[in-house]
């Protein structure tokens, strides 16, 4: 079965620093996601990716965050400069994208930890 | 907007026993609603979709749900349950069909303890 997939599955980085949390969707899929879970915390959608731009963004996605397609194949999550309340899980997640059906298929996620 | 309500945070059930896990929506369209589960330290996997065909929908694993418009609900079941369901179960709502909007939208969470 087609998986989405995350790495690093675990990053520690100091506050301030820079860091990329890379994905690899479903080859024929169309839509791409990033979400973040806070520990203890719901599940939170922060960007969708169709077509080469962003197509939906929440609040929680401000000028700090910025995703990337570099390639065919790797879909990226850039944080400029990470602060403590950056730490969560990030999931990555994609959809074929068919019209009526918003069936995602998600990644097993990258747990980062900002000190 | 849409919003997604799990009404019980921790079901703790007898092995072999029945697995209710309760979810109300509030939408302002046709909503399609999922259930996702999530092992520990595992990603979220899809258990089931409703997405404006049967009423009555059949996920992976046994599970089961019923989508009830009149009463804003879309309640999770299973008729036995396993050790292996023990899990975080997540009740989660899209975006309105036909449009752009695909962002979905998390219920809180409800951990299912079964003990043996």
């Known amino acids: 079965e087609p998986e989405v997939t995350q790495t690093p599955s675990h990053q520690v980085t100091q506050m301030g620093q820079e860091v990329i949390l890379r994905c690899v969707p479903i080859?024929?899929?169309?839509?791409f996601y990033w979400y973040r879970q806070i520990l203890g915390q719901k599940v939170e959608f922060l960007v969708s990716?169709?077509?080469?731009?962003?197509?939906?963004k929440s609040e929680i996605f401000d000028d700090q965050f910025s995703v990337e397609r570099p390639d065919g194949s790797n879909f990226t999550l850039k944080i400029r400069s990470t602060k403590l309340e950056d730490s969560a899980m990030y999931f990555c997640?994609?959809?074929?994208?068919?019209?009526?059906?918003?069936?995602?298929?998600f990644g097993s996620g990258t747990r980062l930890t900002v000190v | 907007a849409q919003s997604v309500t799990q009404l019980d945070s921790h079901v703790s059930v007898s092995e072999g026993t029945p697995v209710l896990l309760r979810c109300n929506y509030s939408?302002?369209?046709?909503?399609?609603l999922f259930w996702y589960v999530q092992h520990p330290n595992k990603g979220l996997q899809l258990l089931l979709k409703?997405?404006?065909?049967?009423?009555l929908v059949k996920g992976i694993n046994g599970f089961e749900a019923e989508f009830k418009k009149s009463e804003t609900s879309f309640h999770l079941t299973k008729p036995s349950a396993h050790m292996s369901d023990a899990a975080e179960y997540f009740c989660?709502?899209?975006?309105?069909?036909?449009?752009?909007?695909?962002?979905?939208?998390f219920g809180s969470g409800t951990r299912l303890q079964v003990q043996p």
């Open positions: 997640a994609s959809s074929a994208g068919t019209k009526g059906d918003y069936g995602y298929t």
């Open positions: 080859s024929n899929h169309l839509y």
């Open positions: 990716f169709y077509n080469n731009e962003i197509s939906e």
């Open positions: 939408s302002s369209y046709s909503p399609s």
């Open positions: 409703y997405t404006s065909a049967a009423t």
């Open positions: 989660v709502v899209s975006g309105p069909v036909n449009t752009g909007r695909r962002a979905l939208t």
